[in-house]
């Protein structure tokens, strides 16, 4: 079982910065590829940003040049630099990830963590 903590949520102004971490915890894991994804109150959870374990990155059209995803594979941590920030961005953030366990592979969430930004 592997276990996903986010950080680094909170209450910031419109063109302001944020940086969310999230870190992997368990027994007798190889993470794979690594995600943030969004949700904002009536709306679908949709895909931020994704990194390989490789470090190839991709990201939503809305996020780029603004968010950078990165990771440090030695802590099983990914990060979320968001910058230039606007209040459509406020949504709970999740880290997702999948992982090569004992079990085979399995995808995992974190349980969120809020980014409000005002206007």
């Known amino acids: 079982q592997v276990q996903l903590v986010e950080s680094g949520g909170g209450l910031v102004q419109a063109g302001g910065s944020l940086r969310l971490s999230c870190a992997a915890s368990g027994n007798s894991f190889k993470m794979n590829d690594m995600d943030w994804y969004r949700q904002a109150p009536g709306n679908q959870r949709m895909l931020v940003a994704s990194i390989t374990f490789g470090g190839s990155t991709t990201y939503a059209d809305s996020m780029k040049g603004r968010f950078t995803i990165s990771r440090d594979n030695a802590k099983n941590t990914v990060y979320l630099q968001m910058n230039s920030l606007k209040p459509e961005d406020t949504a709970v953030y999740y880290c997702?990830?999948?992982?090569?366990?004992?079990?085979?592979?399995?995808?995992?969430w974190g349980q969120g963590t809020q980014v409000t930004v005002s206007s």
């Open positions: 997702h990830a999948n992982a090569d366990t004992a079990s085979g592979t399995t995808y995992y």
